[in-house]
C-alpha cells in the first residue's frame, strides 16, 4: 500500500499567490482529515470529509482556505491569497469504513514569504 | 470530543520503560482511546487503540484503568527512537469521527 500521498513536499511562495496542496488518501478509506501544524497551535484538525462530502469544516481558519474532494481519490486544500502566517506543515490523512486509525501522509511544508 | 489531558514532556532512560500517562475523565462508554506518535518532521503514526481491556502489540501496550477515566501506553524498552510527543486521542463518534490531536508528551529518551 503507498500510503497517503500528499504533494508538493515543499512549497516556498510569495505573499498573495495561490497555493494548491493535493492528496491521494489509501484506497478504500472513505474518510479524509487536512490538518495544520505549527508550533504555536500545534496540529489542528481544518476540515474532514466523509465520502467525499464536507462533514465539519469549522476548523478553516478564514474565506482563504478552501477545501474540495471531488472524488474518492483525491483532495485539494486551497489558500488563496496566501499570507506568512500560513507558513506551517499541512498532513492530510485518510481512515476506513471502520473509523479505527487513522494514516498520516509526510506533509506539505509550506512557508509564504 | 473527551477532553484529555497528558503531560508535557517526560524523560526516559534507554533500555528501560517508559510509561507515559493520560486522562480523559469525561469518556463516554463507546469512546476509544488511541494513542499516537509524531516523530519530528514526520506525520503522526498510529500506535495502540483500546476501548476497555488492556492491549498489547508489537509496539506497546496500553493500561486502561476499570473506570476508564485515564490509560497509560507503556514502551517496555525505550529506544533512541522512541523520542517523539506522544498523543492520546478519544475521538467522539458522536460528532463525526474527528480526531482532534492535543498537545500530547514530548518523550525524550536518554542514552
Known amino acids: 500500500d503507498a500510503g497517503v500521498i500528499q504533494s508538493p513536499r515543499h512549497e516556498v511562495t510569495e505573499m498573495g499567490q495561490e497555493v494548491t496542496l493535493r492528496c491521494k488518501p489509501i484506497s478504500g478509506h472513505n474518510s479524509l482529515f487536512w490538518y495544520r501544524q505549527t508550533m504555536m497551535r500545534g496540529l489542528e484538525l481544518l476540515i474532514y470529509?466523509?465520502?467525499?462530502?464536507?462533514?465539519?469544516d469549522s476548523g478553516m481558519p478564514e474565506d482563504r482556505f478552501s477545501a474540495k474532494m471531488p472524488n474518492a481519490s483525491f483532495s485539494t486544500l486551497k489558500i488563496q491569497p496566501s499570507e506568512p502566517r500560513d507558513s506551517a506543515v499541512y498532513f492530510c490523512?485518510?481512515?476506513?469504513?471502520?473509523?479505527?486509525?487513522?494514516?498520516f501522509g509526510e506533509g506539505s511544508w509550506l512557508t509564504v514569504v | 470530543d473527551a477532553k484529555t489531558t497528558q503531560p508535557t514532556s517526560m524523560d526516559c532512560a534507554e533500555g528501560r520503560a517508559a510509561n507515559l500517562p493520560c486522562n480523559h475523565s469525561?469518556?463516554?462508554?463507546?469512546?476509544?482511546v488511541y494513542w499516537y506518535r509524531q516523530i519530528h518532521s514526520q506525520g503522526p503514526q498510529y500506535i495502540i487503540h483500546g476501548l476497555k481491556n488492556n492491549e498489547t502489540n508489537e509496539m506497546a501496550s496500553l493500561i486502561i484503568t476499570e473506570d476508564r477515566k485515564s490509560s497509560t501506553l507503556i514502551l517496555p524498552h525505550a529506544t533512541l527512537r522512541d523520542t517523539a510527543v506522544y498523543y492520546c486521542?478519544?475521538?467522539?463518534?458522536?460528532?463525526?469521527?474527528?480526531?482532534?490531536f492535543g498537545t500530547g508528551t514530548s518523550l525524550t529518551v536518554i542514552p
Open positions: 486521542i478519544v475521538p467522539s463518534y458522536n460528532t463525526g469521527n474527528q480526531f482532534y
Open positions: 469525561t469518556i463516554s462508554g463507546n469512546e476509544y
Open positions: 490523512a485518510s481512515t476506513g469504513q471502520s473509523g479505527n486509525t487513522i494514516y
Open positions: 470529509f466523509n465520502n467525499n462530502v464536507p462533514i465539519d
